[in-house]
Each structure stands twice: as C-alpha cells, then as structure tokens.
C-alpha cells in the first residue's frame, strides 16, 4: 500500500511538471499527458497476471454485510482526500492573491515537492516501527494535516507556506496507505468490494473537493479555502476519536 502511494504521487510528480513547462505555450500540449495511459496498458497486456478465482457454486453468496468500522474508514478516505485536494484546486490562485507569483512553472514545481514528499512518505510507510498501531498512525497523519493547514491559512511568509505544502504532501502519502490497510484488515474473502468502494471514496473526493470547499466558503463568508479544510479535518479527527473509541470498548469486552 505504501508504494501504492508512492508511485501515485509520483505520477503527480511527472504531471505537473510537464504541465508547468508546457502549459505557458499552448495549454492544450497539457493534455498530452494522457499518452503516458499507454504505457499502462502496455503492461498489463504484458505483466498482469489474468487468474480466475475457482467458485464453487455459482449460488455461492459473494455479498457481505458493511459494519459501521468499514463506513467509518470510508468517510476519513473521503474527507483526507477532499482536504487534501483543497491545495491543487486553489494554490495558483492563492499564490497570485497572497504572494505576486503567477508563473505556471513555479506553481508546476511547487506541486511537484509536494508530490514527492507523498512519494517518500509512501516508500517509507512500510519501515515506520508503529506502522501495525492504527491508531499512532492516524493521530500522525491527522497532526501532519494539522500543522499543514494552519501554516497554509495563518502564514504571511512564503517559506513558511512551501513549508506547509510539504507537510500536506507527507500527510497523504501517509494517510492513503493507512487507510487502505485499514480497510484490508477488515476484508472476509478476496472478492469483496470493500476495497474497491474505498478506491472510489478517494477519486468522489477528489472531484467534490472544490465544490464543498467553495460551498462553504460562500455559507461562511470566508475567502481562506484552507480555512475550510480546516473545519473538514476537524470531523476527520472526531469520526477517528469515535473509531478509537468503539476499537476500545470492543477491547474491553
């Protein structure tokens, strides 16, 4: 899972330097990005191993019952990625407003640190010696999240503020492989859908991030989307104090 998400970010890497570089041209030399689907399908026509899982009864029932923990994970998959989002959807636009910079190249590469810092976090997730205490590691990733935001809505410096695009980026390299193994512990059988749906819970918040933050932006009167992600972390950190707390009455039972 971790280099999962260290390969994810990497993309993103490549993405949005090739779009600073080009996008000052022609902006639809961007689009050519999408060449690079070639090269997945390439591979799995060449690598992707095409097994057949053996059923035995064709009535063999394949549905299992969603408890309230797998709901729970979705959400904070969710809401991470909606956050998280907050910054590519609004960080041109904020960097032009609070510090003069307009270039696309200097927005491409600041993204791209961002991005590689969620590469090595990704890399790293397996070698972090609490990585089997779910709890440690969703109080890290919440407090990266923390930091990142409040330097991103309070600070007047630039530095500081690349400093909290840095943390984001090592917060969602953390979080989404976090999440996904949170998600494979609860699995029954190898084809569940649970995974799956988790996959998409973080593309739904991908494409609802900018329309939520601005949503409240508008009901706040507020023009700081980062505030907003603020709010939105605020019932990440509730909905996983509730997920500690249901793990720890199971305990004690």
């Known amino acids: 899972m971790g280099y ?17 570089l080009v996008s000052n041209k022609d902006w639809r030399l961007v ?4 060449l690079l689907a070639i090269i997945s399908l390439v591979t799995i026509y060449l690598f ?15 549905k299992e019952k969603v408890s309230n923990n797998v709901v729970r994970i979705w959400l904070k998959m969710f809401l991470l990625t909606v956050i998280y989002f907050t910054i590519p959807t609004n960080l041109a636009f904020y960097m032009h407003d609070h510090f003069q910079q307009q270039g696309t190249l200097i927005i491409g590469i600041l993204m791209a640190i961002t991005s590689l810092f969620g590469v090595i976090s990704g890399m790293i997730f397996s070698y972090f010696p609490g990585r089997k205490n779910s709890q440690l590691q969703e109080l890290i990733l919440i407090g990266l999240f923390l930091i990142s935001m409040c330097l991103l809505s309070f600070t007047q410096t630039l530095p ?21 193994h949170q998600l494979i512990s609860t699995l029954t059988h190898p084809s569940s859908a649970t995974l799956g749906i988790g996959q998409a819970m973080i593309f739904l918040g991908q494409f ?30 509730g909905i996983a104090m509730l997920d500690f707390s249901k793990k720890q009455t199971a305990t004690d039972r």
């Open 4 to 20: 999962a998400s260290a390969l994810n970010n990497f993309g993103t890497v490549v993405a949005v330097i090739y779009a600073g």
């Open 48 to 62: 992707l191993p095409n097994d057949k899982q053996q059923v035995s009864s064709p009535k063999q029932a394949t």
């Open 208 to 237: 609802v991030s900018p329309f939520l933050i601005a949503f409240m932006s508008s009901l706040s009167h507020q023009d700081n989307p980062f505030l907003m992600s603020l709010i939105l972390l605020g019932i990440l950190l």
């Open 160 to 180: 500081l503020f690349i400093l909290g695009l840095l943390f984001s980026g090592w917060g969602l390299g953390w979080g989404l492989p976090c999440f996904n």
């Open 31 to 34: 689009f050519l990005i999408y």
